[in-house]
């Protein structure tokens, strides 16, 4: 019997006045698997996220996240700060991190929330109740054990915003990471890196997803990222599904290279495809 999907998005649709976003979008991520959402500019892609995330409510659909231990979630009937308690983290397109606060800072502030809970979201915290110290010391042991994956442990004490760019990035999954996630979303996790870091980016989203166990919806132009890592890929044009499949699937599928087309000409996008062409 093959485990139930941790996230089954059904019928997603959403409009923008005229303009159908996402139209009558259905797939599902297999609990431990990366599963890639990829398309051309303006597919929808981010838009999905911001559905699953709480950020927009989707006008049809279903939404259901079912994490590993507890109930099933109906996430389209949530709102973001609920659905992040929940188990579904991302991360943004756009880097969001605090740039005057310190890389560990920014790990102590993804975390505030079990951290307050601890304290009885009071005072009673800061007046050291053993109970709170016990969820600090695991707050702090967690930012620590993600700084040293990420390879950010020498920059722990630095502003966020003075690291280079491809440290921003790692710094927001181990943020992501610190919330104890389920299923993890991330939006062009390899825009702007260097071929050697995105091949530390593959290393590291492996790692997450074989040792940790945790299922990786992945947002992704780079192809040498998306087709060496996932499981599974789906591809979006225009707010609907044109494929799905592997990686070796959707390469050969007419539909994806015709997809890509516009990029240049069949050759270019089957080499795009392969990753070789870099991003699209
Ligand atoms: N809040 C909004 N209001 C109006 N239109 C929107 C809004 N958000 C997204 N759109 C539109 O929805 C479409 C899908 O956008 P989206 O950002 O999801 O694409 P994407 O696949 O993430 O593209 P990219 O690869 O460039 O990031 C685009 O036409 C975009 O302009
Ligand atoms: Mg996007």
Redesign the pocket.
Known sequence: MTAAPVLSVEHLTIR??G?V??DDLSFEVAPGDITALI????????????CITGF?KPDIGRLTFRPAAGPEYLLERMDGFRIARAGVVRTF?NIRLFPGMSVAENLMVAQHVPLMRASLFSVAGFLRLPRFLHAETEAVERARYWLDRTDLLAVADLPAGSLPYGAQRRLEIARAMCASPSLLCL??PAAGLNPRESQALNDLLLSIRDEHGISILL?E?DMSVVMQISDRIIV?EQ?RKISEGTPTDVQADPEVVRAYLGVEDEETAVAVLHGEGGHV
């Open positions: 923008f006045g303009l976003a996402i398309g051309p500019n303006g597919a929808g892609k981010t838009t999905v996220f911001n927009y397109q939006d062009e947002i132009h979006l707010g």
